[in-house]
């Protein structure tokens, strides 16, 4: 009977997770581990960088880009401190990269000057 629940609770959960993820691609917003992947290449940062300087593993890092898991709130603080980006863009509330990324770069021009 326990084993029967178990069941019926993880495939309810499973299939609303799926339902989830199938509208937020049908409305076409990148999902966390998509804008992760973006930010990682485009900052010239590898997983395994990225896990060593956060003290995580290579696979969670590696689970998240795939969108297979999330981060808990804790650890989406810590990647968007390291790369520079705001917790709205990574989680999809923000469509800009970065505000803070826009400032470094006023900021290197005005040093270059």
Same mark, same amino acid.
């Given at each position: 009977?326990?084993?029967?629940?178990?069941?019926?609770?993880?495939?309810?959960?499973?299939?609303? $997770?799926?339902?989830?993820?199938?509208?937020?691609?049908?409305?076409?917003?990148?999902?966390?581990?998509?804008?992760?992947?973006?930010?990682?290449?485009?900052?010239?940062?590898?997983?395994?960088?990225?896990?060593?300087?956060?003290?995580?593993?290579?696979?969670?890092?590696?689970?998240?880009? $795939?969108?297979?898991?999330?981060?808990?709130?804790?650890?989406?603080?810590?990647?968007?401190?390291?790369?520079?980006?705001?917790?709205?863009?990574?989680?999809?509330?923000?469509?800009?990269?970065?505000?803070?990324?826009?400032?470094?770069?006023?900021?290197?021009?005005?040093?270059?000057?």
């Amino acid at each position: 009977m326990f084993m029967s629940i178990l069941k019926t609770h993880f495939m309810q959960k499973h299939f609303l $997770q799926t339902t989830y993820c199938c509208i937020i691609l049908l409305r076409g917003e990148k999902m966390f581990g998509e804008r992760l992947r973006i930010v990682l290449n485009e900052r010239d940062i590898t997983q395994l960088q990225l896990s060593q300087e956060l003290g995580l593993t290579q696979q969670a890092i590696n689970r998240w880009c $795939q969108n297979i898991t999330q981060p808990d709130n804790d650890n989406i603080v810590k990647i968007a401190k390291y790369l520079k980006v705001t917790t709205d863009f990574l989680l999809g509330n923000d469509e800009d990269l970065s505000k803070e990324t826009e400032e470094l770069k006023e900021k290197e021009i005005l040093k270059k000057e």
